[in-house]
Every structure is written in C-alpha cells, then in structure tokens.
C-alpha cells in the first residue's frame, strides 16, 4: 500500500488525467474492468464550469516515439459531470481524483466547491494550464498566480488538492513552490510540450487549432529532469509522468523523486498499461525500499 496525501492506495501507478475514459472502458470491458482495474487512483479528464465541444478535428498527430494533440477539453460542464458521470466513476473500485479548469478564480471556486462536496470524489486536481481572465496570464506559468489561486481555493474543501504543473516554463520548480505555499498537498507534472507539426504534402498543420501537446515516450526525459528540479524545491509529494510505458520507466520517476507515477499516451496503446506497470514494478520496489521513494538532493 501507498500513502498518498492520507489516501490509501494499492500501488504507485495511476492515469494521466484524458488518457483513458473508464465509463467507456467499462461499456467495452463491463465488469471485467472492475475486477481487474489497471490504476491505483483514477484521474477524470478535466472538466470545466460550462459544457464545451472540444476542438474540430484533427485533434491528433503522430510523431516520433509520441504524439501531439489538441482535444481542447470537450466535457459535459460541472452540472453534467456531477448528475452523469461522477456516479459512474464513483462505482469504480479505487478513489477518484477530479481534474478541473476555470480561466478566474470564481469559476475554480465553484469547480472546487461542486465536486469536494461529493463523496465519490477523493481529492481534485487543478489544471493550471489555461489563461487567468483578468491578468491574460497563464496561470501555470506564474508562480505568484499559482499561489494566489491556491490561496482562494484551499479554504474551499478538506480534500487534498494536486496541482498539475505545466512544462512550458523556464522554472517549474518555482511554479510547485508557489503552488505549495498555496497549500496544494501535491504536484503532478508534466502536462504535454507545446508542439505543431506541419503535414508535408499539404503544407497544413497536422492539428487543426495549429498547435497542440506533445507527449510520450519523446518526452520523458524532459518529465524526468522537470521532475528532479521539483523534487529538490518542494516537500509535497508528487504524481511523476511522462512517456511511462514499463516499469523500469516508472522507475526512473521513482528514482528522480516522484511518489506515484501516472500512465498517458500508452494507455491508447495498451489500455491495460497501468497494470503491466504495477506488475513490473511491485518486485523492484520492495527491493529498493527506501531508495526508490527517496529525493535527489539537486
Ligand atoms: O483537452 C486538451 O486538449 C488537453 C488538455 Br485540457 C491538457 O491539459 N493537456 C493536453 O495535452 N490536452
């Protein structure tokens, strides 16, 4: 068993948040996902106050050892997520952790308040990675906004909050201080590399809104070093991730500081990732106890 900010979970190994929808894993599986369930905590996709359609297609673009994407966080809005899907995710057998996103403090409050009242939910993940309205800055990017919004927040609920760090800064680790003078009680980085690829022929972007995210295994050395730079500043635990797609690459994480380590793009891959990572890594922990989950000291 893991601790994780007084959340007990089975093993280190949990989702990145929009790599893997459970409601329509379990159509397809049916309880037989259940019985088998490839993370120790769930992480929904981020959802926002209103309901949004998402980007146009194509949404998606393949690239050495990745992919870009684009999505742009289509979801049914707050109302609809707490009436339809959170009593879904709620019969899911590990606690769940709820990703939000607002562009103002107001909106985050009200993401914030909705779903920590809610008992399936165990603790929520702030996606900081969107424009504050008022300052035009994005909020990740800023280590006095990330504290000034934690500061509006925490008050809000009991339940651990996790900030999900941008990599698209010069200093991440400055950006997890603030978040955790804030009073986040955890950090899990990285999102996606901001990226464009151009189809050759055509001379179009590969992704229609232009740009999208880059993730993968093309970017875990990038997760690593941000992760190791994180672990030295802060004293929260963090949720590490990046282009995991075994166990020796969680194990990298482990190694640079990370606490858990969360699984992405290659649940597209292998939808049963999460639990072939787990498996890989169970023998190796126990071995290393005490090394693994230790910090680098720079
Ligand atoms: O929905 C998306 O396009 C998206 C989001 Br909200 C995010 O945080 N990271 C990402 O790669 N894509």
């Given at each position: ?35 088998s369930?490839p993370?120790?905590?769930f992480?929904s996709?981020?959802?926002t ?6 980007n146009e ?8 050892a990745?992919?870009?994407n684009?999505?742009?966080?289509p ?6 997520f707490l009436?339809e899907?959170?009593?879904q995710?709620g019969?899911l057998?590990?606690?769940l ?28 993940e ?14 990740g ?14 008050p809000?609920t ?5 900030v ?9 680790a400055a ?7 804030g ?6 980085l990285i999102?996606?590399?901001?990226a464009s690829?151009i189809?050759?022929?055509?001379g179009?972007?590969?992704?229609a809104?232009?740009?999208?995210g880059?993730s ?9 070093a941000?992760t ?8 929260i ?5 990046g ?7 969680a194990?990298?994480f482990f ?8 699984v992405g ?13 787990a ?20």
């Open positions: 068993m893991v601790d994780f900010c007084g959340i007990e979970l089975r093993h280190p190994v949990v989702n990145a948040s929009g790599t893997f929808d459970a409601i329509a894993a379990r159509r397809v599986y049916g309880d037989a996902l259940l019985e369930f993370f120790s905590a992480v996709k981020t959802i106050p209103e309901p949004r359609a998402g297609p194509q949404r998606i673009w393949e690239t050495p990745g992919m870009i684009s999505i742009g966080l979801n049914k809005g707050l109302e609809g009436a899907d959170l009593p995710l019969e057998p590990v606690p952790i709820v990703s939000v996103m607002a562009t103002n403090h107001e909106d985050f409050a009200r993401l914030v308040r909705g779903a920590g009242e809610r008992d399936e939910v165990a603790a929520i702030l996606n900081v990675s969107c424009p504050n309205v008022h300052s035009g800055l994005i909020v990017e800023q280590p006095a906004e990330t504290e000034a919004l934690l500061e509006a927040l925490r809000l009991q339940k651990p909050i996790l999900k760090l941008t990599p698209n800064v010069a200093d991440p950006v997890a201080v603030g978040a955790e003078q009073g986040a009680d955890a950090v899990s999102n996606t590399l901001k690829a189809d050759p022929l055509s179009e972007p590969g992704i809104a232009g740009h999208g880059l993968g295994p093309a970017v875990r050395p990038v997760a690593i941000q190791r730079a994180v672990a030295a500043a802060v004293s635990p963090i949720v590490g991730m282009g995991v797609t075994s166990g020796a690459d194990l990298e190694a640079a500081g990370a606490t858990l380590v969360a793009t290659e649940n597209f891959r292998d939808p049963g990732a999460g639990r072939r990572v498996d890989e890594i169970a023998g190796p922990l126990e071995n290393r106890e005490g090394v693994a989950l230790s910090r680098p000291s720079a």
